[in-house]
């Protein structure tokens, strides 16, 4: 950890997740499925959360993306270290609120609202919780129905991560061993089950089915929240009734 961050310091991460060509690649393509994401909601202004979003290398790629669309974004982490430094990297961006959030927890009980957002985005972030399907729940009840959860992961082992994050104890602490018997990372293909086993809709994954034997580092895998049916809503009503 010293390492990664020396004497505190959050340069050499940011650098990393923000300008090494394979995250650029990958940040710019999670700006773009947001920009198309966003064209398809209709609320206005559209809110957005951002989960354990870091040194903000994927978010200095979508505020600028978004530019010109009404939004409300929330930059949330688990440590207010890096809240407070992306209050300075983001000033130019007053709508912005930063805001703890551990999926560890309940985000209920930390200041969260129940179905309060148009799209989840979470880079990176999932696999680093100890019980996927526990995490995949919490965020399925922060989405708005109809809502769009965004999710990057790095679904190919490789060396450098392994030698890096690897070294790390915080790496090994997942407990879902039937999901990840003996590593932390999945194939995209069972995190698009995994999506759809918790009751996301509309799974679908990038680079597509089609090229499953393509071998990429990460994956954007994307699912909807179930859209509430007008007889449900008109059930939910009688029942409060």
């Known amino acids: 950890l010293h390492l990664l961050f020396p004497d505190g310091s ?25 920009v198309a994401v ?22 200095a790629y979508i505020l600028p ?18 809240l407070n430094n992306a209050r300075r ?8 609120r930063y805001q703890l959030l551990n999926l560890e927890k309940e985000p209920l009980a930390q200041g969260f609202n129940e179905k309060d957002f148009d799209i989840i985005i979470a880079a990176n972030v999932v696999h680093a919780t100890p019980d996927l399907r526990r995490s995949l729940g919490r965020i399925r009840n922060l989405l708005a129905p ?9 679904t190919t082992p490789t060396r450098v991560i392994d030698l890096t994050f690897g070294l ?20 995209r293909s069972v995190w698009k089950q ?20 393509t071998a990429t580092e990460q994956t954007l895998i994307l699912g909807r929240e179930p ?13 409060l009734i």
């Open 146 to 154: 109809g809502g769009i959860f965004l999710l990057l992961e790095q």
């Open 38 to 59: 966003s064209k398809g909601i209709k609320d206005s202004p559209i809110r957005i959360l951002e989960i354990g979003a870091g040194t903000g290398g994927s978010t």
């Open 168 to 187: 790390t104890d915080g790496w090994w602490k997942y407990s879902d061993i039937d999901l990840r018997p003996s590593y932390p990372l999945m194939h």
């Open 65 to 82: 993306a978004l530019s010109g669309v009404p939004v409300e974004y929330v930059f949330s982490d688990v440590a207010q270290i890096f």
């Open 89 to 96: 990297k983001f000033a130019d961006y007053p709508w912005i």
């Open 194 to 213: 995994l999506l759809t086993e918790v009751g996301f809709t509309q799974v679908g994954i990038v680079p597509k089915e089609t090229h499953e034997d």
């Open 10 to 34: 959050l340069e050499a991460a940011e650098h990393m997740y923000q300008k090494s060509p394979a995250n650029r690649t990958y940040n710019l393509l999670l700006s773009e499925a947001a």
């Open 227 to 239: 859209v509430v049916s007008e007889q449900a809503r008109t059930r939910r009503g009688a029942q």
